[in-house]
């Protein structure tokens, strides 16, 4: 094999790895999420957290990856568009995002005085639900990853690399899951209590917004179809 051509195979899988790196980082928004995931978890320890930090990763990673790998499958075999996944996820998050925008005005770090202490099930439990979807992981970041491997490409050989690549660049987004949820009292110790609740408000306000955005998309194109029908 030639030297330029292992170079231009290299280029190419590195490329598909920064694509979905791209495309999901910026939807995922761990940094955006360590606010509202150190405030749903105010109650527990700092080891309970972690424990959760990685689960929530490990998850994430998992979700992403089937929907990836098989959500256009799963989803054409249920029957179920894009647009309604779109307006059923878009709902639950305005549902969330409401209720933390409503919230006692108390910082995390006051909150987490009186611990609670969580079997290891009720821990992974709400790990999957609300924190991995669909605050983690939402309609957004689910239908970005259906589309990664809507369209597959010819050949075996083709498929296994990209299917390989796409993975690599989901399990780096998971692991910045885990950095950002695991250290958010680090983060946002340093912005104090007034700081760190007026971050907690505006991020639960932009989590809303985007739980309307997420509903109005997909009714757009439910709408769409039903004129062009």
């Known amino acids: ?27 995922v928004d761990p940094l955006g999420g360590a606010p509202i995931y150190l405030s749903m978890t105010s109650t527990l320890t700092p080891k309970q957290r972690t424990e959760m930090a990685r689960v929530v990763a490990i998850y994430s990673s998992l979700l992403l990856l089937a929907s990836a790998l098989v959500g256009a499958y799963v989803l054409d075999f249920f029957g179920v568009s894009i647009p309604c996944v779109q307006v059923a996820g878009g709902i639950v998050v305005c549902g969330i995002a409401w209720s ?46 259906i589309t990664l491997g809507a369209n597959p490409p010819q050949g075996l050989r083709s498929l296994f690399v990209t299917a390989l690549a796409h993975s690599i660049g989901i399990l780096i987004v998971g692991v910045t899951v885990y950095i950002c949820y695991a250290y958010a009292d680090r983060i946002l110790k340093a912005l104090g209590p007034i700081g760190t609740s007026v971050v907690l408000r505006l991020t639960a306000f932009i989590l809303l917004c985007i739980g309307v955005q997420i509903t109005w998309n997909g009714l757009q194109k439910l709408l769409k179809g039903i004129l062009v029908a």
């Open 1 to 27: 094999m030639h030297l330029p051509t292992v170079f231009d195979d290299i280029r190419q899988f590195g490329s598909y790895i920064f694509l979905a790196i791209a495309a999901l980082w910026p939807i």
């Open 100 to 145: 933390l925008l409503n919230a006692p005005n108390a910082s995390p770090a006051m909150a987490g005085k009186s611990s609670e202490v969580l079997e290891r099930d009720v821990l992974r439990e709400r790990a999957f639900y609300p924190m991995t979807m669909p605050l983690t992981v939402g309609p957004g970041s689910i239908s970005v990853a």
